[in-house]
Antibody, heavy 122, light 111 residues
Framework: EVQLVESGGGLVQPGRSLRLSCAAS????????MHWVRQAPGKGLEWVSG????????GYADSVKGRFTISRDNAKNSLYLQMNSLRAEDTALYYC???????????????WGRGTLVTVSS | QSVLTQPPSASGTPGQRVTISCSGS????????VYWYQQLPGTAPKLLIY???QRPSGVPDRFSGSKSGTSASLAISGLRSEDEADYYC????????????FGGGTKLTVL
């Protein structure tokens, strides 16, 4: 079955760190770019970060640049998001999403996971 | 404040045709494809329309997309109760360091 399964979310205090994971199955993971998209409670979608098939191209939203790091392990069919210096405004459901293309250029998200909830609160 | 502008809500009765608009600029909709995502209550978004007007396999032909200039629209004909969901438009933006931009979403209510 073609699917993405996120994990690693939870309740964390402001300023602390958290690492999200996304396990891919049912498709050739290293043929595609991958992304993280988040949705704050009751709000819309926001692209957070993306990584090309070979990790050669990486991008971040301005809101997380310098604090979050995306990475992937093609041997393990896994995508990661290291989140440091977390803030209350980072509270959201974090989705892992597959790109239609291998490169990070003008693609789109054709497969989404169910998300993992990150709550930043003291 | 989303880069793409959508009405926050839309509604219709079963069998009706409804449209949802998405307004952008020359750096996003004006020069790139538009995509639409459907998010049913409590679920992850799902790709509904790609490259302005293409439907992925499995999406009913009741759903159609169009684009003109810096605006796009999603049309749903023969409205059904199961179409009640949030709908988001999205596009690549040439001018931003964070190139994927979304609309704020439109909540469709089937009366």
């Amino acid at each position: 079955e073609v699917q993405l399964v996120e994990s690693g979310g939870g309740l964390v205090q402001p300023g602390r760190s958290l690492r999200l994971s996304c396990a891919a199955s049912g498709f050739t993971f290293d043929d595609y770019a991958m992304h993280w998209v988040r949705q704050a409670p009751g709000k819309g979608l926001e692209w957070v970060s993306g990584i090309s098939w070979n990790s050669g191209s990486i991008g971040y939203a301005d809101s997380v640049k310098g604090r979050f790091t995306i990475s992937r392990d093609n041997a393990k069919n896994s995508l990661y998001l290291q989140m440091n210096s977390l803030r209350a405004e980072d509270t959201a459901l974090y989705y892992c999403a597959k790109d239609f293309y291998a490169a990070m250029v003008n693609g789109y998200f054709d497969l989404w996971g169910r998300g993992t909830l990150v709550t930043v609160s003291s | 404040q989303s880069v793409l502008t959508q009405p926050p809500s839309a509604s219709g009765t079963p069998g009706q045709r409804v449209t949802i608009s998405c307004s952008g600029s020359s750096s996003n909709i004006g020069s790139n494809y538009v995509y639409w995502y459907q998010q049913l209550p409590g679920t992850a978004p799902k790709l509904l329309i790609y490259r302005n007007n293409q439907r992925p396999s499995g999406v009913p032909d009741r759903f159609s997309g169009s684009k003109s200039g810096t605006s796009a629209s999603l049309a749903i004909s023969g409205l059904r109760s199961e179409d009640e969901a949030d709908y988001y438009c999205a596009a690549w933006d040439d001018s931003l360091s964070a190139p994927w931009v979304f609309g704020g979403g439109t909540k469709l209510t089937v009366l």
